[in-house]
T-cell receptor, first 114, second 114 residues
Framework: NAGVMQNPRHLVRRRGQEARLRCSPM?????VYWYRQLPEEGLKFMVY????????ESGMPKERFSAEFPKEGPSILRIQQVVRGDSAAYFC????????????FGQGTRLTVV | DAKTTQPPSMDCAEGRAANLPCNHS???????VYWYRQIHSQGPQYIIH???NNETNEMASLIITEDRKSSTLILPHATLRDTAVYYC???????????????FGQGTILTVHP
């Protein structure tokens, strides 16, 4: 059973470009969470999605960031018009439908904006 | 979610037990205690969680005090590979919602030395 898969592992974008980060949850998991870890800082929750629904986006920046989890395919975190401050590690986690289960994290995508 | 307090850093000798404390004095009745760790910028790794009873798995033991205001994560035989940041997180069982929305604090940097 493969774990949470994130790709790419490293992504370099120039200022103003778009960044697309992908997350494939563990098999059987229908809940996906995105977190951001800025350099030398802790992990911060961004958004919680279920298939085709955004459940909680309280941690998402108001502009340029969006997330989706379509019926088929991976979850996508999209950052438009990236700026240097977007440089961070972005982690995805997934969990099963049932309550009282733990979330499993992927290895992250390290975004560098140059 | 209730706030947690952890020491910023701890040392442990290889082969000895590592006991990591966590205070969560404002924990409420439906909140679980979760432990994750992050090894050098990798994705956070789930360790263990519990509600009121002590728990043990292949990685660690979790001891929760009777009043649930504090807990201790025990790594019975620490190895060099256990060097990581350990996060104690308290989160509620929101009626079947999964446990992927986690509030990470600063954690405890555990250094295991030879």
């Amino acid at each position: 059973n493969a774990g949470v898969m994130q790709n790419p592992r490293h992504l370099v974008r120039r200022r103003g470009q778009e960044a697309r980060l992908r997350c494939s949850p563990m098999k059987g998991h229908s809940h996906v969470y995105w977190y951001r870890q800025l350099p030398e800082e802790g992990l911060k929750f961004m958004v919680y999605l279920q298939k085709e629904n955004i459940i909680d986006e309280s941690g998402m920046p108001k502009e340029r960031f969006s997330a989706e989890f379509p019926k088929e395919g991976p979850s996508i975190l999209r950052i438009q018009q990236v700026v240097r401050g977007d440089s961070a590690a972005y982690f995805c986690a997934s969990s099963a439908r049932d309550s009282n289960t733990e979330a499993f994290f992927g290895q992250g995508t390290r975004l560098t904006v140059v | 979610d209730a706030k947690t307090t952890q020491p910023p850093s701890m040392d442990c000798a290889e082969g000895r037990a590592a006991n990591l404390p966590c205070n969560h004095s404002t924990i409420s009745g439906n909140e679980y205690v979760y432990w994750y760790r992050q090894i050098h910028s990798q994705g956070p790794q789930y360790i263990i969680h519990g509600l009121k009873n002590n728990e043990t798995n292949e990685m660690a033991s979790l001891i929760i005090t009777e009043d649930r205001k504090s807990s201790t994560l025990i790594l019975p035989h620490a190895t060099l590979r256990d060097t990581a940041v350990y996060y104690c997180i308290v989160t509620a069982n929101a009626g079947g919602t999964s446990y992927g929305k986690l509030t990470f604090g600063q954690g405890t940097i555990l250094t295991v030395h030879p």
